[in-house]
């Protein structure tokens, strides 16, 4: 997964469904400062980010494409304050099924003594899945930490120059 952010006007966003937290978006395209024109095609987008994406609206967008599934993570207005918000249903649901099938794996262990070897698979695949969409979710948030670190950092060096000249 990575951190895409790119300073656009969305030019158009169409709404396909919108349920359990997220919205789907279809036909995503943005307009960059340079001119030049970008077509993201779907893009899941949490609810509490939903209204962002609205033709005309300006900023910076951060996507990211995590097993497939394209999303936006973040958005920030110009010269106003970040938003942050994950499109989490797919980790939600590979989370739910890791805890089914560690029931039943549990169950089947209690009631055969013995061990069935496709609950476990589909187990460890869904935990695998659930680990490894949790773990991109907290490196973007970690490298989007590191970014406005960097950019304060910037803007304070900048302002003490501009003193002591």
């Given at each position: 997964m990575?951190?895409?952010?790119?300073?656009?006007?969305?030019?158009s966003a169409t709404l396909k469904s919108a349920r359990l937290g997220e919205r789907v978006y279809r036909d995503v395209a943005l307009r960059r400062r340079d001119g030049s024109e970008q077509r993201l095609g779907q893009v899941t987008v949490a609810d509490r980010l939903g209204e962002v994406l609205v033709p005309g609206r300006e900023g910076r967008f951060s996507f990211h494409d995590m097993m497939g599934a394209q999303g936006l993570h973040a958005y920030r207005p110009l010269g106003g304050e970040e938003k942050v918000a994950f499109p989490m249903l797919i980790e939600r649901v590979f989370g739910a099924l890791a805890i089914l099938n560690l029931v039943l794996v549990s169950a089947w262990l209690a009631a055969e003594a013995g061990l069935q070897l496709v609950p476990l698979m589909l187990g460890v695949l869904a935990t695998t899945a659930w680990a490894t969409c949790r773990g991109c979710r907290e490196a973007v948030l970690h490298d989007l930490k590191y970014e406005s670190r960097v950019a304060a950092a910037r803007s304070?060096?900048?302002?003490?120059l501009r003193s002591h000249a």
């Amino acid at each position: 997964m990575m951190n895409r952010p790119i300073d656009a006007v969305v030019v158009s966003a169409t709404l396909k469904s919108a349920r359990l937290g997220e919205r789907v978006y279809r036909d995503v395209a943005l307009r960059r400062r340079d001119g030049s024109e970008q077509r993201l095609g779907q893009v899941t987008v949490a609810d509490r980010l939903g209204e962002v994406l609205v033709p005309g609206r300006e900023g910076r967008f951060s996507f990211h494409d995590m097993m497939g599934a394209q999303g936006l993570h973040a958005y920030r207005p110009l010269g106003g304050e970040e938003k942050v918000a994950f499109p989490m249903l797919i980790e939600r649901v590979f989370g739910a099924l890791a805890i089914l099938n560690l029931v039943l794996v549990s169950a089947w262990l209690a009631a055969e003594a013995g061990l069935q070897l496709v609950p476990l698979m589909l187990g460890v695949l869904a935990t695998t899945a659930w680990a490894t969409c949790r773990g991109c979710r907290e490196a973007v948030l970690h490298d989007l930490k590191y970014e406005s670190r960097v950019a304060a950092a910037r803007s304070h060096r900048q302002a003490v120059l501009r003193s002591h000249a």
